[in-house]
């Protein structure tokens, strides 16, 4: 029976399924925080038990099985469909993705390939009007950070919009700079940037993808807010003072005539 079961697997696999190499490659944009589903594109038996999925973080890594490797369990889980699931997506995350499915130690089909970028915006630090700022917006992928000149990343972009949807390339109140996937954006701090959302958004032809957003929350008080709270703070003692004087005089008086 065992030797009536491998003869048949082996017909399927001859007759019933492509040849073996990689199927349509295809992409997954997502931002750092998300969580993200993986198709797998692949699927020819319908026990998921029966599929793995791979990952590398670059071209020069070798392929490792995820799910087993203990620093991604907590994050990563198969669906009944065979996709993979990632909780809470990291720059460390970006990568090819390989799904491929064994019965009997023999493949099934073509694996398939998904390479998932990751879009982050690094926070500046101390933030305060007056001082300059430099934002920079950053797409993760298989070829490393900022890189997009690459096949399957060679059609992404990325612009600058303030948090009204407005595009700010070309506003001479900000310079930005952009190589592929790395865009600077710099400019003085005002007052009312305070609390401002500004947005990086990933476009492929014109499509808008995904965006990351940075509040600039100030860190320190502005001038003007410390001088009024200093103002505030001067005047209250000379009123606390002039009271105690007056107080004193008053005891001072009654201790004479009394």
């Given at each position: 029976?065992?030797?009536?079961?491998?003869?048949?697997?082996?017909?399927?696999?001859?007759i019933?399924?492509?040849?073996?190499?990689?199927?349509?490659?295809?992409?997954?944009?997502?931002?750092?925080?998300?969580?993200?589903t993986?198709?797998?594109?692949?699927?020819?038996?319908?026990?998921?038990?029966?599929?793995?999925?791979?990952?590398?973080?670059?071209?020069?890594?070798?392929?490792?099985?995820?799910?087993?490797?203990?620093?991604?369990?907590?994050k990563?889980?198969?669906?009944?469909?065979?996709?993979?699931?990632?909780?809470?997506?990291?720059?460390?995350?970006?990568?090819?993705?390989?799904?491929?499915?064994?019965?009997?130690?023999?493949?099934?089909?073509?694996?398939?390939?998904?390479?998932?970028?990751?879009?982050?915006?690094?926070?500046?630090?101390?933030?305060?009007?007056?001082?300059?700022?430099?934002?920079?917006?950053?797409?993760?992928?298989?070829?490393?950070?900022?890189?997009?000149?690459?096949?399957?990343?060679?059609?992404?972009?990325?612009?600058?919009?303030?948090?009204?949807?407005?595009?700010?390339?070309?506003?001479?109140?900000?310079?930005?700079?952009?190589f592929?996937?790395?865009?600077?954006?710099?400019?003085?701090?005002?007052?009312?940037?305070?609390?401002r959302?500004?947005?990086?958004?990933?476009?492929?032809?014109?499509?808008?993808?995904?965006?990351?957003?940075?509040?600039?929350?100030?860190?320190?008080?502005?001038?003007?807010?410390?001088?009024?709270?200093?103002?505030?703070?001067?005047?209250?003692?000379?009123?606390?003072?002039?009271?105690?004087?007056?107080?004193?005089?008053?005891?001072?008086?009654?201790?004479?005539?009394?």
């Amino acid at each position: 029976m065992t030797v009536v079961k491998y003869i048949l697997v082996g017909l399927l696999l001859i007759i019933g399924y492509p040849a073996l190499g990689v199927s349509a490659e295809l992409t997954v944009n997502s931002g750092e925080g998300d969580d993200v589903t993986i198709p797998c594109n692949n699927v020819i038996h319908s026990n998921c038990s029966s599929t793995t999925w791979l990952y590398a973080q670059n071209i020069s890594q070798e392929l490792v099985q995820v799910v087993n490797n203990s620093h991604r369990n907590e994050k990563m889980t198969i669906g009944s469909d065979c996709s993979l699931h990632i909780h809470k997506v990291s720059t460390a995350d970006a990568g090819s993705y390989t799904c491929r499915q064994m019965i009997y130690g023999k493949q099934l089909g073509n694996d398939a390939v998904v390479y998932m970028s990751v879009l982050t915006v690094v926070p500046p630090k101390n933030l305060m009007p007056g001082s300059n700022v430099t934002l920079q917006c950053l797409l993760y992928t298989y070829y490393g950070p900022g890189q997009c000149n690459k096949r399957p990343f060679n059609s992404l972009t990325l612009r600058w919009l303030n948090d009204s949807d407005t595009d700010l390339q070309g506003d001479p109140r900000y310079q930005i700079h952009t190589f592929s996937c790395d865009s600077n954006l710099t400019t003085e701090l005002q007052q009312t940037d305070n609390s401002r959302n500004w947005k990086c958004q990933l476009t492929d032809k014109g499509e808008v993808k995904i965006s990351q957003s940075f509040n600039s929350t100030f860190t320190d008080r502005s001038p003007t807010t410390a001088g009024i709270v200093s103002g505030v703070a001067v005047f209250g003692a000379v009123c606390v003072a002039v009271v105690v004087m007056v107080i004193i005089k008053r005891r001072a008086g009654e201790t004479q005539y009394g």
